[in-house]
């Protein structure tokens, strides 16, 4: 089962969240498996990773509304999707458009000529008349233009630059378990101008820097492989640290056939009467999940049918 477990440590400026994805990981390899449109396995691992990221943190800033991490570049990946809604839902998918290496690293996949980027993007559930989702964009290196390796280097310069806080992350997947550690300075407190007291604070917080130190020292094999109680006593038994009840992420998508049929209609009747005359039926794959789903001759009349002139009773088949 999927959880996410949130702590403090008692008396220190320091928060942490833990989220290891189990079933629902799995049951995302196991639907593109079965629409047979699996990724090749770095993809699946850096997708993963990108899984882990997102629940983390949307469940440390407590967004209402859908936190999405996108990367794209010049490498044989052209996109790479993460969204994850407020209750923990999340989702993943790419655009892989060539070759790679067995073991390809993030530079490799998406930043070959140097042109990768990382956007985040938060979009509020409820927006305000004439507001727009709010977007960050980092580059795929660092600040001196080294190749940034991991994902988990360009999330941790990506919040030190948007929020000026101090951020360890450890980031993991294979194709059993996507897993991710966040360790983050907490924001000073007071009032006065917080984002330059949090910007004086950068790098020199000792409590941060020794809690950030021990976990540095995890591996991928132990994030992958132990369980949260484990990872946590081996990492800061000499800390006190105050836990939370565990909460379930899970695997969601958000696709339907309605959702389909009103982007068939976004193209007209016309495009779409030539794809049914030339392939007999129109066939649609959600990027996300793989579910397929079919409009013959029949539902696309439907479609383009107003709901007062169709037949009573007439229903879809497929």
Not at 92 to 119: F, H, I, S, Y
Not at 257 to 277: A, F, P, T, Y
Request: proline share 5%; with cysteine; hydrophobic share 40%.
């Amino acid at each position: 089962m999927s959880e996410l477990h949130k702590f403090l440590f008692e008396g220190l400026p320091v928060r942490g969240l833990l989220v290891r994805l189990t079933d629902d990981w799995r049951e995302v390899l196991r639907r593109r498996e079965k629409a047979q449109d699996a990724f090749p396995q770095p993809v699946r691992a850096l997708l993963g990773e990108m899984a882990a990221a997102g629940v983390l943190m949307q469940s440390n800033i407590k967004f209402n509304g859908s936190l999405i991490i996108q990367i794209y570049g010049d490498g044989p990946v052209k996109l790479a999707v993460t969204e994850v809604q407020s209750d923990l839902a999340f989702r993943v998918t790419a655009k892989v458009v060539g070759e790679m290496p067995e073991r390809a690293q993030l530079d490799t996949l998406l930043n070959v000529n140097g042109g990768g980027r990382c956007a985040i993007t938060l979009d509020p559930k409820e927006r305000f008349p004439g507001q727009q989702p709010y977007q960050g964009v980092v580059a795929l290196h660092g600040d001196q233009r080294e190749p940034l390796h991991q994902l988990s280097e360009v999330l941790e310069h990506y919040m030190l630059q948007s929020e000026q806080l101090d951020t360890k992350l450890i980031l993991a997947a294979n194709d059993e378990i996507a897993a991710g550690l966040l360790i983050q300075r907490l924001p000073v407190e007071g009032v006065g101008n917080l984002g330059r007291k949090n910007e004086d604070e950068i790098g020199i917080n000792e409590a941060y820097n020794r809690i950030a130190h021990l976990t540095a020292t995890l591996t991928s094999e132990e994030l992958l492989t132990l369980d949260a109680d484990t990872v946590l006593r081996r990492l800061y038994w000499e800390e006190k640290v105050v836990r939370y009840e565990p909460v379930q992420p899970r695997f969601a998508c958000t696709c339907s056939r309605e959702r389909v049929g009103n982007m068939l209609k976004s193209l007209g009747r016309d495009e779409i009467d030539g794809i049914v005359v030339e392939q007999g039926r129109v066939e649609i794959a959600c990027d996300f999940c793989g579910t397929k789903y079919h409009f013959d001759p029949v539902d696309v009349g439907e479609l383009f049918t107003p709901q007062s002139k169709q037949a009573p009773g007439s229903t879809s088949l497929n």
